[in-house]
């Protein structure tokens, strides 16, 4: 993050470099250094989740760098989510693509008319590392709302107990 400060870069630029620079979510939970070699198995199912990445960014029309490390990252997410038995096709993953640019077009709103490139990449870190586990909890309670409504448990929302 400090290139983004230290090299005259545009906004874009500045943006990119901050956004590159910051933890990948992954849903991969153990240390990849004392992993053993994949299988020929988990190497095809690599490869599926590589191809399905690829799938979803093209049918978004999403302009991604080939050197982005979400890339990867989604990749290796579906891939665990594949050997635990889940599926998900690039096409079952459109809805949650076009949730995200609509997010992302939120996220950016903001940053309209700052200059400042320090400013700017500080407004990007706060807003991506502070501000994702807020999204992240709204989507978790927006699925507790959603669980009550299927099952008709609305005794449950206010946390008392039915007296029967």
């Known amino acids: 993050m400090l290139e983004a400060v230290d090299r005259p870069l545009d906004a874009f630029e500045t943006l990119g470099v901050v956004h590159h620079a910051l933890p990948v979510p992954s849903a991969e939970t153990h240390d990849k250094g004392d992993e053993e070699p994949e299988g020929a198995a988990d190497?095809?199912?690599?490869?599926?989740a590589a191809a399905r990445v690829e799938a979803l960014i093209e049918n978004m029309g999403w302009q991604i760098s080939?050197?982005?490390?979400?890339?990867?990252a989604l990749a290796e997410s579906l891939a665990a989510l594949s050997r635990l038995?889940?599926?998900?096709?690039?096409?079952?993953?459109?809805p949650y693509?076009?949730?995200?640019?609509?997010?992302?077009?939120?996220?950016f709103?903001?940053?309209?008319?700052?200059?400042d490139r320090i400013a700017l990449a500080e407004r990007a870190v706060v807003l991506t590392v502070l501000?994702?586990?807020?999204v992240r909890l709204l989507r978790r309670l927006a699925q507790e709302?959603?669980?009550?409504?299927?099952?008709?448990?609305?005794?449950?929302r206010t946390g008392e107990q039915s007296a029967e």
């Open 66 to 72: 080939d050197a982005s490390p979400h890339r990867p």
């Open 145 to 156: 709302d959603a669980n009550h409504r299927r099952h008709d448990r609305s005794a449950c």
């Open 97 to 107: 693509a076009r949730l995200a640019t609509a997010t992302a077009d939120l996220d």
């Open 131 to 134: 501000f994702e586990p807020v």
């Open 43 to 48: 190497e095809v199912v690599s490869c599926g």
């Open 109 to 115: 709103a903001p940053f309209e008319g700052i200059e």
């Open 85 to 94: 038995g889940t599926d998900y096709t690039a096409d079952d993953l459109i």
